[in-house]
């Protein structure tokens, strides 16, 4: 069985600083994990994915998260946060059509 | 547009009154999926489909039921909702085959109060 967290419930940073929204796995398999943002009255869009391959994975936005076997994590990163970065993001682990999803953080950017 | 559409968006309805809540897409996915949003509970996945005729159960099955009787629709069905059914419901697709995953598109989400 695969479980994902999220320990921030929420997350706040001033635009222009680096902003990190963490999230740890745990899978019994190969890892396959995603990174999705949900805005206001809005449905869940994809922002980046590790399947296999570079640790460093590059994602929509100028978002990024590294892949850490070690540590069983999967962090968000982006160096400049911006103002409308401000939303719900939520981890995903994928295990052979079984998906799981974090419980989500709220990262607030302000000005 | 390549989309997943859900429909209705809203839905208020009483304890014990079936209802269905359709999802399309076309984007020729084979694998489609369920899941329910509540408030600090992030989204929990109610049933997958991997393919045609092919369904199989999420964390939270319980009181649901989907068919996938064409690729491009899974119809979600509530055969007697509880107001603990109550929630925010997205259905999503995938070009996912087998194990190998894949990327999930959601369509805009189903607002259901059940009184």
């Known amino acids: 069985a695969q479980s994902v967290a999220q320990p921030e419930d929420q997350v706040n940073v001033a635009e222009g600083n680096p902003l990190t929204v963490k999230c740890t796995y745990s899978v019994s398999g190969n890892p396959y994990?995603?990174?999705?943002?949900?805005y206001p009255n809005r449905g869940?869009?994809?922002?980046?994915?590790?399947?296999?391959?570079d640790n460093l994975v590059k994602g929509s936005y100028g978002f990024e998260a590294e892949f850490n076997?070690?540590?069983?994590?999967?962090?968000?990163?982006?160096?400049?946060?911006?103002?409308s970065?401000?939303?719900?993001?939520?981890?995903?682990?994928?295990?052979?059509?079984?998906?799981?999803?974090?419980?989500?953080?709220t990262l607030t950017v302000k000005p | 547009e390549a989309q997943v559409t859900q429909n209705p968006r809203y839905l208020i309805t009483v304890t014990g009154k079936k209802l269905t809540v359709t999802c399309s897409q076309n984007m020729?996915?084979?694998?489609m999926s369920w899941y329910r949003q509540d408030p600090g509970l992030g989204l929990r996945q109610i049933y997958y489909s991997m393919n045609v005729e092919v369904t199989d159960k999420g964390d939270v099955p319980e009181?649901?039921?989907?068919?996938?009787?064409?690729k491009r629709n899974f119809p979600l069905i509530l055969?007697?909702?509880?107001?603990?059914?109550?929630?925010?419901?997205?259905?999503?697709?995938?070009f996912a085959v087998g194990t190998e995953a894949d990327t999930q598109y959601f369509g805009p989400g189903t607002r259901l109060t059940v009184l």
């Open chain 1, 33 to 38: 994990l995603f990174w999705y943002v949900q």
């Open chain 1, 44 to 53: 869940l869009q994809f922002l980046l994915k590790y399947i296999t391959g």
């Open chain 1, 69 to 83: 076997k070690s540590q069983t994590s999967f962090h968000l990163k982006k160096p400049s946060a911006l103002v």
């Open chain 1, 85 to 105: 970065d401000s939303a719900l993001y939520f981890c995903a682990g994928w295990d052979a059509g079984k998906s799981t999803f974090g419980d989500g953080t």
């Open chain 2, 28 to 31: 020729n996915h084979e694998y």
């Open chain 2, 63 to 70: 009181g649901y039921k989907v068919s996938r009787k064409e």
């Open chain 2, 79 to 94: 055969e007697s909702p509880s107001p603990n059914q109550t929630s925010l419901y997205f259905c999503a697709s995938s």
